[in-house]
């Protein structure tokens, strides 16, 4: 089993075929099925004892060239329900303190969709049970392809943060999150970036209308760098009022989230299992279109 036709009688390669078809393919969905569902789990891990609850898990942040930024993040599955935030501001000796309010969590959208791919994924392959009978190897690629569209979108969530202006960042909820709430000019944001749970804090400083800078406000990104704008509109006693913040100090710290990293080396194996299957369907295709008949 698994050779290569080329070498093969025609009768003998149908057969073959035909016992990749009907034993062979469901090798693999059940090897997929058990690698995806161990990613799932991670997803969704239980707490010990409470199995109705969601493991809490708590993560120190650092950086290795900076300490203005230190915290505690504590994630619950795809919320974090807690962020004890530390912010040494620069030009004052002065630490500030933020904490979420009691009544608030942030979800990570990009947990929740990687999550919801990797389901459907599942929801693809239990489809096609062990009783259901493949007809032709196009029907076989036909599914792996759906289940690596899945997977690949899966796995570009977690790589791939979102990007975001200056000033969706200023009127994010994330913004409300706080208590107490965040002064005008400190603005953060929460992503994932592969295993990583990455926290940015932007400190901005207000620009004088005199300034000759270029007012052009910064377009969107996952990371914004010292000197970017943010232009502001305020309607006051119907006279509008534009004020321009220049970012002054960013600041990334990050943490580990082990079981992230776990989801992406199964997402790994799992495209892998998909491929193989694949290239073991055209090695039979290409020998039937090149049979003398
Ligand atoms: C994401 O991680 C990669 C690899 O560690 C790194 O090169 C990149 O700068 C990170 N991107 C962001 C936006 O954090
Ligand atoms: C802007 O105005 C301030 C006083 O309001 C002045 O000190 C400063 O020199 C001016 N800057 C420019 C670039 O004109
Ligand atoms: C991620 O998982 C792989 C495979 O289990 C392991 O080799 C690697 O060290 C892990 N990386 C991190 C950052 O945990």
Not at 186 to 194: A, E, S
Request: charged share 20%; proline share 4%.
């Amino acid at each position: 089993p698994g050779c290569s036709c080329v070498f093969l009688q025609a009768e003998e390669c149908e057969e073959e075929f035909n016992w990749l078809l009907k034993e062979e393919v469901h090798a693999v969905l059940k090897q997929l099925q058990d690698v995806l569902k161990e990613a799932s789990r991670r997803f969704s891990m239980p707490s010990p004892g409470m199995e109705s609850q969601l493991k809490q898990e708590n993560f120190i942040l650092g950086s290795s060239t900076m300490d203005q930024v230190k915290g505690v993040l504590t994630l619950q599955g795809e919320a974090l329900t807690q962020a004890d935030i530390n912010l040494k501001v620069a030009k004052s000796s002065q630490a500030l303190h933020f904490q979420f309010r009691e009544d608030k969590q942030w979800k990570l959208q990009q947990i929740q969709d990687a999550r919801n791919h990797v389901n459907q994924a599942l929801q693809l392959l239990s489809s096609r049970d062990d009783s259901y009978r493949f007809k032709t190897g196009a029907e076989v690629n036909k599914l792996m392809d759906a289940v690596m569209l899945q997977l690949t979108r899966a796995r570009n969530r977690l790589t791939t943060p979102a990007s975001m202006t200056l000033s969706e960042l200023a009127t994010s909820g994330l913004m409300k999150m706080f208590s107490p709430p965040m002064p005008g000019d400190v603005m953060v944001n929460f992503y994932i970036n592969l295993s990583k749970l990455c926290l940015t804090v932007y400190q901005l400083h207000t620009l004088p209308p005199n300034t000759t800078k270029n007012f052009k406000p910064a377009g969107s990104s996952v990371l914004h760098n010292p000197g970017a704008i943010l232009t502001s509109v305020l309607s006051l006693c119907s006279e509008l009022n534009t004020n321009r913040f220049e970012v002054s100090h960013v600041h990334k710290v990050e943490c580990v989230v082990p079981w992230l990293n776990d989801t992406l080396v199964f997402f790994t194996i799992s495209l892998q299992l998909c491929q193989q299957l694949k290239d073991k369907i055209s090695v039979f295709s290409s020998f039937w279109n090149y049979r003398p008949f």
